[in-house]
């Protein structure tokens, strides 16, 4: 045994075996049909939706599209998998972290094609759905309504709550639970012995097994992940190679140790710590904003990466409420350029404890995107006369500028004057809640106002 893997590397095995020999084990263990999912028995009944668009029947009209809720490791993206495996499919898969209007506008159109000229169904997986904004989930209607494609979302957030209404009553919503220990330890034997897994070549202690159970929560990612890291390790220290190694429990407490923190910087673990870390600093409890600050941090995630997000949510969460949060966080992505880790650490643990204790409002974050729809909805209008520039030659014979009143020669410093476009008067943007500084604010906003308004 010269390799973990070492029967992968047979000569007479073809190359895409031995190339999936080299993927995680959780990919190579990926149920190819119905029947290898474990757990979900509530949506694999005979007759489901599951059950009709992962069959052969093609008389059968099934859903075309369908979302499935759950959170990480109940088998999402198997499911997608296991539908597109079925019949002429062809498999397509898109993250809503990193794709936009265009890439789904191109899957639709080579689908469109590939039904049309060559027969073949394609199943478009599209995780993380609840990341696609309106606009996105709108370019996603047409190949649904006209069955282009056979649509599977995942989304660890409510559908009810994060896809758009349209493609919603489209759509057929399945719910996913989280594994029983039965179901995680019934995966946990079969990689052990599985051609797709470890090949035999590993026993496992009852103590180590119920270990990797545990730890697992439900999550058959997870439990996989853990199997393969107190593999390597066993192996690493294994004085027989030719006979079946055990991994006993001291391998699988070391090898967790050191893979608990760690999460895929581009999957679902680092999206989820990332969203717990800023729901908390938003929900006000510091001690989970710590918590999730510290996983981050011992994890590896980039300390630039934590520092932006506070950045941005000490305007787009905490706002005028406390406008100290801005040069807060600020100061902490500074500090990160200038100190680096490990030291940093203190500083943004500052920043996130100012931000998560710091009076809360979002009327900032409101007040811009209102604006922003207005113009682009076109309402813009025409800079009123006075307010134009005229500094430049003949800018007085077009009246530009004229009438202006300069709001340092008033009483108080403010000029009752049209600022807005005249499509756009009364219209009112910014509203200060009754939080923090804004409480104050709100007052002196509404005084100005009627300054404004010559009352």
Known sequence: MTTLFDAADSSDEPDEEIKRARDPLAVRMRPRTLDEVVGQKHLLRPGSPLRVLAGTDETIVGPSSIIL???????????????????????????????????????????LEDRDFRGISTVLFLDEIHRFTKAQQDALLPGVENRWIILVAATTENPSFSVI??????????????????????????????????????????????????????????????????????????????????????????????????????GDQHYDVVSAFIKSIRGSDVDAALHYLARMIVAGEDPRFIARRLVVHASEDVGM????????????????????????????????????????????????????????????????????????GGAQQLGHGAGYKYPHDERFGISNQQ?????????????????????????????????????
């Open 321 to 392: 409420a406390d406008p100290s949060a801005l040069t807060a966080a600020v100061n902490a992505a500074q500090a990160v350029q200038l100190i680096g880790m490990p030291e940093a650490r203190i500083n943004l643990a500052q920043a996130t404890i100012h931000l998560a204790t710091a009076p809360k409002s979002n009327a900032v974050i409101k007040a811009i995107d209102a604006a922003m729809d207005d113009v682009k909805q076109g309402s813009s209008g025409n800079v009123p006369p006075h307010l134009r520039d005229s500094h430049y």
């Open 165 to 266: 209404s349209p493609l919603l009553s489209r759509s057929v919503m399945l719910t996913l639970q989280s594994l029983q220990n039965d179901d995680i330890e019934q995966l946990v034997r079969r990689a052990l012995t599985s051609p797709r897994g470890l090949r035999g070549q590993f026993d496992i202690s009852e103590p180590a097994l119920d270990y990797i159970v545990r730890l697992a929560n439900g999550d058959a990612r997870k439990s996989l992940t853990s199997l393969e890291a107190a593999a390597a390790v066993a192996y690493g220290r294994s004085d027989e190679p030719d006979q079946p190694i055990l991994i006993d429990e001291d391998h699988a407490v070391e090898a967790l140790n050191q893979a608990s923190v760690r999460y895929d910087r581009g």
């Open 419 to 455: 600022y807005l476009p005249d499509v756009l008067q009364g219209r009112e943007y910014y509203e200060p809640t009754v939080f923090g500084h804004e409480s104050g604010m709100k007052h002196r906003l509404e005084t100005i106002k009627r300054f404004l308004r010559g009352e």
């Open 69 to 111: 809720w759950g959170p990480p490791g109940t088998g999402k993206t198997t499911l997608a998998h296991v539908i597109a495996r079925s019949g002429n499919r062809k498999f397509v898969e898109l993250s809503a972290v990193t794709a936009g209007v265009k890439d789904v506008r191109a899957v639709m159109e080579q689908a």
